[in-house]
């Protein structure tokens, strides 16, 4: 079959993709922007990449009249500006309007649980974002999941910085919502599974694991697969604000993300019974059995996809290719050049760079930015890299946004997403010479930004210089 699979680059859509591909359907991968879809990772010849933004409907003629089947797996909830339950009512309309217009027979939509008479303001707009598209001119399959548990995933990554870093926790009311869980695996298998299937047909399905737990459960249920002992005391004085800073500072979400996860915990997510899996020989993965997956994938460096790639930041709106050209006129920049005594020694180092690993030298330095940038509502440095040994065009690299990670090329070239006045680049090149040539690159933004980079120059100076001599030796 020829599938449209939307939202490509996104947490899901990437682990459903090699599935889709084994099983032999060819499938036109969706993307915002090609330049973050890993050609590296999908080298096959059953893929073809096209760029749709479902805002811009000029963009959605890219999509072919000839396919049988759509996922609809986009949402804008991380989203910094804007309405988000807007963007994403108009993104369906858009949606559903092309899709008229093509062969498709049969629309598949992942949504959450929503089943309570009183929604937040997330669940309300998927909800919305389901009406609109059943109203289609193809048959619609919703599947709608509660919290997914998964390497990467935005649940699994959350719940495990407050267990891992916290070993008592005073925690808001809403830990005592209920909610049911379920494992990527499972999500991907329903996804997959539904395709065609003539019971799915213009129906729509809660799928979880089965079980019932609340958020408290979920954290303690964690602490023992890891082996931790942890104290969670629960306070009714935490208001929401006070609970979107606590999950913002203690963990990598964004105070965006913080804020609309916190309005949907409050509300219980608790699935109807229905005979899908049983039709689709699926077996529930328990909780905590998708835990210990999670942490195979993990430590076998195996982890396909991170929510923490999102490309949430605004001043990336327009792609990664808009900031491949490093500017030289009107910046300041910080040149460095090394001889290297081992090229491909140096280069591992490069592709180690940032999160366990650090930045080599001044570690203080740039865990103190990273606080400063956290402060201040940025990213901050927790948000660390998806593997330890491997780099893709796209990816979240601690406070930066990968540009380019070609190692043939002998290149890395790195853009911030940390609050500034202004915008930065970083780049590594190992020349022809063997050479580490070394730049930071900083176009400010008015006076604001001149006094920032005088501010920051004097640190520089130690930083990059014994950055730079650590990663040459």
């Given amino acids: 079959m020829k599938i449209l699979l939307t939202g490509a680059t996104g947490y899901i859509a990437q682990r459903l993709l090699p599935e889709l591909l084994a099983a032999d359907h060819y499938v036109y991968c969706c993307a915002r922007d090609k330049g973050r879809f890993d050609f590296q990772k999908f080298e096959d010849p059953d893929i073809t990449v096209i760029e749709v933004d479902l805002l811009a409907e000029e963009s959605l003629q890219n999509i072919p009249v000839d396919i049988d089947i759509a996922y609809y797996l986009v949402h804008s909830m991380s989203a910094s500006n804007g309405d988000f339950a807007e963007m994403e009512a108009r993104s369906a309309e858009n949606f559903k309007k092309r899709m008229a217009d093509t062969n498709v027979k049969q629309v598949i939509y992942l949504t959450g649980i929503s089943n309570e008479a009183v929604l937040s303001k997330h669940l309300h707009s998927r909800q919305n974002v389901a009406n609109i598209l059943k109203t289609g001119s193809y048959a619609f399959t919703a599947l709608n999941a509660g919290i997914i548990v998964g390497s990467g995933s935005a649940s699994f990554e959350i719940i495990r910085d407050l267990v891992e870093k916290l070993p008592v926790m005073i925690t808001p009311k809403w830990l005592h919502t209920k909610t049911q869980p379920i494992a990527i695996r499972d999500v991907v298998a329903y996804l997959k599974g539904v395709i065609g299937l003539p019971e799915a047909l213009n129906k729509s399905f809660d799928i979880s694991s089965g079980e019932t737990l609340t958020y408290k459960e979920l954290l303690l249920r964690f602490a023992k697969v890891r082996g931790l002992k942890r104290k969670i005391l ?59 997956l999670a942490f195979v994938k993990i430590e076998n460096d195996q982890v396909l996809s991170s929510w923490k790639d999102a490309a949430t930041n605004n001043i990336l709106y327009k792609g990664l290719t808009a900031h491949l050209q490093v500017p030289k006129e009107g910046t300041f920049r910080d040149a460095r050049k090394r001889k290297v005594e081992d090229v491909e020694r140096s280069l591992d180092k490069i592709w180690r760079i940032g999160g366990s690993n650090g930045w080599y030298y001044g570690r203080w330095l740039w865990v103190g930015r990273g606080l400063i940038d956290k402060m201040v509502g940025g990213v901050g ?16 690299l601690d406070f930066w946004r990968v540009l380019i990670a070609s190692r043939q090329d002998r290149r890395l070239l790195l853009y911030a997403e940390m609050k500034l006045p202004g915008e930065a680049w970083l780049e590594f090149f190992i020349n022809d010479n063997n050479e580490l040539e070394q730049t930071a690159t900083f176009r400010p933004l008015g006076l604001k930004g001149r006094l920032y980079w005088y501010a920051v120059y004097p640190f520089h100076g130690f930083i990059f210089r014994g950055m730079l001599k650590q990663l040459c030796s």
């Fill in 381 to 396: 440095l927790r948000r660390g890299r998806r593997s330890p040994t491997k780099l893709y065009p796209g990816e979240s």
């Fill in 234 to 292: 629960v306070l009714p004085v935490l208001t929401p604000k006070l609970s979107s800073y606590w999950l913002y500072f203690v963990t990598a979400t964004s105070y965006t993300l913080a804020k609309n996860l916190v309005d949907s915990m409050k509300v219980a997510v608790i699935g109807r019974p229905n005979g899908l899996g049983k039709i689709l020989h699926i077996e529930p993965t328990p909780y905590e059995k998708a835990i210990e």
